[in-house]
């Protein structure tokens, strides 16, 4: 384990709050910053090792302006652990970060991570990955313990847009759940997602292999296998008929795949990529069809073969 090093959180909700007591067990000095809290953003990033953003995609450009005006010594690291993207640029929030700090190491921290099962103290796995195999491999000891392992990669975009682009699929999967359709409907819902992200992710420069991983593969299996992911919990109400109005006016923290899912489709029809799942889920979200209308569109396509649609 490094020598204590001064770990600043962004976001104090579910995710930054769990990441903070992953570093403070292995004895870094953390503080966390909320933009509801009394500390000051300047004050939190005073004398920083590690920022670590985990606050949600709506707030990322906003508060790394912030910090762009702040006194940041040019050994800091920042950590990224938000999975959306930015509804005006497409970037994700890694190239945000490094876009306002390019002398700066910019490290994705990514995988299966459901914060809730991480706060049980629940082993877990994630990656960290940084054109920097020098951070990357600085920010896997400074996080990794007996409870959360933690491994190095070197295609940030990839990991990045594992995390982000499942959440959209684990929507259409907690619909798939909701409606009842059983085991076979869900591998396949899920196999064709990842296929649906590899193809768009490619296109954007993130390596296939990437998807397979556990950012990619591991967190779809996850998130779309637990009534813990809040994108699931989307899912599973619209099954049952509720609005999205009503249920995101319920739901207890951040579904970034409802932003994803728009943010995705405009992408998808400007570059001409194909993305059916992500299709459906977006004209539910518009009200223009059922989930149950979803499923009848996805299993009437045309038929073709497994790869090259
Ligand atoms: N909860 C989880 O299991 C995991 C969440 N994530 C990702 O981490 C991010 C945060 O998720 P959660 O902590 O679960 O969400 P949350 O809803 O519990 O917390 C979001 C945090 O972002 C802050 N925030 C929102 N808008 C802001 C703004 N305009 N300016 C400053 N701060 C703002 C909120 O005050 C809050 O501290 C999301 O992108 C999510 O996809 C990633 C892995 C696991
Ligand atoms: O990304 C997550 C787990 O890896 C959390 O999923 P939700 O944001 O859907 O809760």
Redesign the pocket.
């Known amino acids: 384990m490094p020598n204590p090093k001064s770990v600043v959180i962004l ?6 709050t769990a990441l903070g007591a992953i570093a403070e067990a292995n004895n870094h000095q953390v503080k966390i910053w ?3 809290g009394s500390l000051s953003l300047a004050d939190a990033v005073k004398d920083a090792d590690i920022i670590l953003s ?6 990322v450009s ?2 790394a302006k912030q910090i762009q005006s702040l006194d940041i010594s040019p050994d800091v690291i920042f950590i990224t ?4 993207l930015d509804p005006e640029t497409t970037c994700t929030p890694s190239q945000i970060w490094q876009e306002m700090f390019p002398l700066h190491s910019v490290v994705v921290l990514s995988g299966p ?3 809730k099962e991480i706060q049980q103290e629940l082993p877990a796995a994630t990656v960290v990955a940084s054109r920097s195999a020098t951070a990357a491999e600085f920010v896997a000891t400074v996080f990794s313990s007996p409870r959360f392992r933690v491994y190095t990669n070197l295609d940030p975009l990839g990991v990045e847009l594992g ?1 982000t682009l499942k959440n959209v699929i684990a929507i259409a999967s907690g619909a798939c759940d909701g409606l009842q359709l059983g085991t076979n409907a869900k591998a396949a819902l899920v196999t064709r997602g990842l296929t649906e992200m590899v193809r768009i992710g490619v296109s954007w420069g993130a390596k296939t292999e990437t998807f397979y991983g556990l950012s990619g593969l591991g967190d779809l299996l996850a998130t779309c296998n637990s009534s813990l992911s809040r994108n699931y919990q989307v899912g599973y109400q619209l099954a049952q008929g509720k609005s999205l109005v009503e249920i995101l006016a319920h739901l207890q ?2 579904a ?1 795949g409802v932003n994803t899912c728009n943010v995705l489709m405009q992408s998808a029809k400007k570059q001409n990529i194909s993305m059916p799942i992500t299709e459906q889920v977006y004209r539910v979200f518009q009200g223009e069809i059922t989930p149950r209308q979803a499923l009848e569109e996805l299993m009437l396509r045309d038929i073709k073969p497994e790869y090259n649609d």
Do not use: C, D, F
């Open positions: 976001g104090a909700g579910a995710w930054g909320s933009r509801h985990a606050i949600s995609m709506q707030g906003e508060v652990a938000t999975k959306g991570n459901l914060s995390g923290g951040t970034e």
